[in-house]
C-alpha cells in the first residue's frame, strides 16, 4: 500500500465528508493505494456517525477508531500510527485547514528525495494572531533547542513520514508538537520541509486555544531536551551540579574555619556561612536526585531500547 492518512479528530462532524472526498479524489487522480484513519478522540457531536457512515461507503479504504473519552491530539495520533500499512503516512488535521492536494508531492519527497520526515510549512496562515505571533516564538525555540534548523513549523499538522518513523516514535502528552524532535532523538534526521497552502477554518472553532498551551508547550520541549540530553544517565547532569555546589560549599566551610581559628570572627555574620549552609544542602540533594534518576532509568522496562536499523 502507497497511503496511510491518518487525521485524529474532536468534534470535526461538518468537515469529515468534504475531507474524505477530496483525499479520495486526490488518490484516485494519482492511482494511488491508500487508506485513511480517522481517529475520534471523544467527540461530543456526531463525528463517529460520520464516520461510520464514510466506512460502509467505502470498506476498504476508511478505518475508524473511537476513544471513549478525549485523550488529545498526540494519542489519536499514536493509536492511528499502531494500525498504518502504507509505506508513506501522512497526517493531517480534520478542519479542512489542510489541503489534501499536498499529498502527491509529500509522497514524492519521502519515497524519491528520501526524506524521514517533511513537515508542512503553512507560509501563508489563516489563523488569528493571537495564535501566529505566539507560534513564530516558538518554532524559533523549538529549533534552537531541537538542533533542527531548516523547520519553521514544528507543528504543522500536514506532515509525511516513512513507515518506519511512526512505528518507532512515541507520541504521548501533548508531544506533537514535537514529532520532528521526536523523531530525530529517535535516529531519523533527514528531515524536510514543504511549504504548503493554508485554508481559514471552515467550520467549528479551534480546540488549541489559550495561554497554558505556551507554558505546557516550553514545558514539554525542556523535557524533550533533558531526556534526549541526559535521559539515559541523569547522573551526569545532577551529580555534577551537585558536586560543583558542594565543593563551593567546602570551600565556604574552611574559609569559615580559618576565620574563626585566626580572627576570631562571629560565624553566622559571615557571609560564608550562609554559602556553606545553602551549597552543601542543595549540592547533596541533587546528588540524591542524581541516584534516584539513575535507579529510576535503570527499572525502566525500556531502558535497553536502542534504535537498531539493520543486522543480520
Ligand atoms: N484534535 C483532537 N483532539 C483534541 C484537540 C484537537 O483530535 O483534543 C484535532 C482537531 O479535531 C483537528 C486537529 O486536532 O483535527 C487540530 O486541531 P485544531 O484545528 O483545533 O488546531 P489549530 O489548527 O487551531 O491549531
Ligand atoms: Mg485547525
Given amino acids: 500500500m502507497d497511503i496511510s492518512v491518518v487525521i485524529p479528530l474532536f468534534n470535526e462532524e461538518e468537515s469529515l465528508p468534504?475531507?474524505?472526498s477530496w483525499i479520495k479524489r486526490v488518490m484516485d487522480e494519482n492511482r494511488f493505494t491508500?487508506?485513511?484513519?480517522?481517529?475520534n478522540d471523544g467527540s461530543t457531536d456526531h463525528s463517529w456517525q460520520v464516520i461510520e457512515q464514510l466506512q460502509t461507503e467505502n470498506p476498504d479504504v476508511v478505518h475508524g477508531i473511537k476513544f471513549r473519552r478525549n485523550y488529545g491530539k498526540s494519542p489519536a495520533l499514536f493509536c492511528g500510527f499502531a494500525r498504518v500499512q502504507g509505506d508513506v503516512v501522512i497526517t493531517m488535521d480534520?478542519?479542512?485547514q489542510d489541503s489534501p492536494d499536498e499529498i502527491p508531492a509529500l509522497y514524492r519527497m519521502i519515497t524519491e528525495e528520501g526524506y524521514d520526515l517533511v513537515s508542512g510549512y503553512k507560509q501563508k496562515r489563516y489563523d488569528p494572531i493571537s495564535k501566529t505571533l505566539p507560534t513564530k516564538l516558538f518554532n524559533a525555540t523549538a529549533r534552537r533547542v531541537s538542533g533542527i534548523k531548516n523547520l519553521h513549523d514544528f507543528n504543522c499538522g500536514l506532515k509525511a513520514y516513512r513507515k518506519e518513523v511512526v512505528?518507532?516514535?512515541e507520541v504521548y502528552g501533548e508531544m506533537h508538537r514535537?514529532?520532528?524532535y521526536l523523531a530525530k532523538n529517535a535516529g531519523f534526521t533527514k528531515i524536510g520541509e514543504k511549504a504548503v497552502q493554508h485554508q481559514a477554518r471552515k467550520f467549528g472553532k479551534s480546540k488549541f486555544m489559550g495561554w497554558n498551551r505556551f507554558v505546557n508547550g516550553y514545558l514539554d520541549l525542556l523535557s524533550l531536551w533533558f531526556l534526549d540530553s541526559f535521559g539515559l544517565k541523569p547522573m551526569h547532569v545532577f551529580g555534577f551540579v551537585g558536586?560543583?555546589?558542594?565543593l563551593l560549599g567546602l570551600v565556604a566551610v574552611v574559609l569559615l574555619a580559618?576565620?574563626?581559628i585566626l580572627g576570631k570572627l562571629w560565624i553566622t555574620d559571615s557571609p560564608y556561612f550562609y554559602l556553606a549552609l545553602t551549597m552543601m544542602i542543595l549540592g547533596t540533594q541533587l546528588f540524591v536526585a542524581g541516584f534516584l534518576g539513575e535507579l529510576i532509568s535503570r527499572n525502566a522496562p525500556?531502558?535497553?531500547n536502542y534504535q537498531i536499523e539493520k543486522q543480520f
Fill in 302 to 304: 525500556e531502558r535497553n
Fill in 167 to 169: 512505528k518507532h516514535i
Fill in 178 to 180: 514535537y514529532i520532528p
Fill in 94 to 96: 480534520a478542519d479542512l
Fill in 18 to 20: 468534504e475531507l474524505f
Fill in 243 to 246: 558536586t560543583l555546589m558542594f
Fill in 34 to 39: 491508500y487508506e485513511v484513519f480517522f481517529v
Fill in 258 to 260: 580559618i576565620g574563626k
